[in-house]
Structure formats: structure tokens, C-alpha cells
């Protein structure tokens, strides 16, 4: 059985509150889950149980510089996260991340210690919180590879926040995640590293490019290029022709693209 599919995929943004706008504009319906005054992300969820996640990096502002030099000063207290921290202030603007979730979310944890059992070099469980719009604390963990190219995997929320109807219905008809591609310079290396943390997973090699097909029927491609990059991801919808000329056919639905932009 497949134990993971894409939980969500992290856009940096700049200017938060313009990013949304645009998203907005784009035919999503953004949610805010604190405060939208004192936000650093907003959040378009989708009917598949995923989402991406808009998000500042920075918590005030100050020059990306000083910033960093502040991060490094932490960094001995927890290196792996740090470091892909300091990894979204380098980072151009748009997609640079994303998170694995496991299918059956009472098995996070045990998934988790399967694929370290199995090779993946993965650090210590990160507790995490947040205070939500409604005043009561969400919890949740996250365990990250030691390399920072590689995607992170996330436990549950708890409280679990269910999504209304409005928050997940989109007027581009967007409907979920269908393939997140990503391009990587040593395309064998990567297909061997990545049959170690998507255990389960079918592969389908075809030229300079592998498929794996995740739960949820999510799709991950890795890309033969010059150098490693989130590429694109490509959402269902059930509305075509509403973002660009870019328009895929997939299983009789179509699909939109997001394409990150050559740095």
C-alpha cells in the first residue's frame, strides 16, 4: 500500500497580502487560519485533503542579511530545521517546498520509523503550535531529511480544523493536486533516493523523466535538468481554460498549472 501523498506545497511569497490578492484573482478562495493582520501565510485547501500554502518566511521585517545572521546564530539548537529555513530566505519567490502526509493518519508516526528503518537520513520529530483565529492551540509534528531538497513529512493536526465548503470550492474549479514535477541534475541518483521515502509507490520510468503514483492518486516527476528546482504542479479542475494556455488531460479531468518561473 502507498503510505504518503503530497500534504501540501509551499509558495513564498514577499508581499503576502498581494500574492493573495492575485491567487484571488486567479479564481482560489484563500483561507487565513490566524489572524490575517499578523499573518505570515494564507492557505488555499483543496477537496483531495491537500493544500498549498502561501507563506513570508519572515516573521518581521528586517534585511534578508541580518536575518540570516540571526538564523545561524540559532542554528546549533536545531540544525536541520534552520537550515531549510534559511533555505526559503535564499529562495526565489514561488514554489520551494513540500510536505508528505501519510494516507492513513494514525500510521504517521509508524511511517515515519519504517522509511528511517529503510535508509531515509531523517532528523528528530519537531513539535509545532499555533494559535488559531478561534483562541485554542493546534499541535502537530514535523520530521525533516537531513537534505533540505528533499520533502519534509507532517503528523495530523490536532485539533483537526474542518474545512467548510466555501474554503474549499474554487470559482477555477480547481479540485486537488494531480502531478508536482520536479526537476533534479542526477536523475538516477534521485529515483533511488526517492524508492526510499515513498515506499509503496509505483514507478514508471519513460526517458529522462520517472513517475511515481502516490495515494491519492498524487502524482510526483522527477525531471532529468541542470539543476534541482520545484518545477510545476498541475491541479485538477473541473473548469478548463481558465489560467493560461498551459492545459493538460489527465484521466478525462483537466488540469491547470502553476509553473515556477526560471531563476
Known amino acids: 500500500m502507498n503510505r504518503f501523498a503530497i500534504g501540501h506545497v509551499l509558495i513564498k511569497s514577499k508581499q503576502l497580502q498581494q500574492t493573495v490578492r492575485d491567487y484571488e484573482k486567479l479564481g482560489f478562495t484563500v483561507t487565513y487560519r490566524t489572524d490575517p493582520a499578523k499573518a505570515h501565510n494564507a492557505l488555499i485547501y483543496l477537496r483531495d485533503g491537500s493544500f498549498l500554502e502561501l507563506f513570508n518566511p519572515k516573521p518581521f521585517q528586517l534585511p534578508d542579511k541580518l536575518f540570516l545572521g540571526l538564523l545561524r546564530l540559532i542554528r546549533p539548537l536545531k540544525p536541520i530545521l534552520i537550515d531549510r529555513y534559511i533555505s526559503y530566505i535564499k529562495s526565489d519567490e514561488g514554489m520551494n517546498d513540500y510536505a508528505l502526509d501519510s494516507v492513513l493518519p494514525e500510521q504517521a508516526a509508524d511511517n515515519l ?34 537534505a533540505i531538497e528533499f520533502p519534509f513529512f507532517m503528523s495530523p493536526y490536532t485539533p483537526a480544523v474542518t474545512c467548510t465548503e466555501h474554503e474549499i470550492t474554487h470559482s477555477n474549479g480547481v479540485l486537488g493536486i494531480d502531478t508536482l514535477v520536479i526537476d533534479v541534475p542526477e536523475l538516477e541518483e534521485w529515483i533511488m533516493k526517492y524508492k526510499v521515502i515513498l515506499d509503496g509507490a509505483s514507478v514508471s520510468r519513460q526517458g529522462r523523466q520517472c513517475e511515481f503514483i502516490l495515494g491519492k492518486k498524487h502524482k510526483i516527476v522527477l525531471r532529468q535538468a541542470e539543476r534541482y528546482r520545484l518545477s510545476e504542479i498541475h491541479l485538477l479542475t473541473s473548469v478548463p481554460n481558465l489560467l493560461s494556455g498551459q492545459e493538460f488531460v489527465q484521466e478525462k479531468n483537466r488540469c491547470l498549472s502553476i509553473v515556477n518561473k526560471q531563476g
Open 113 to 146: 520509523r519504517d522509511i528511517i528503518r529503510a535508509g531515509a537520513k531523517i532528523g528528530k520529530k519537531i513539535s509545532m503550535s499555533k494559535k488559531l483565529q478561534d483562541g485554542r492551540k493546534q499541535t502537530w509534528w514535523m520530521a525533516m531529511p537531513q
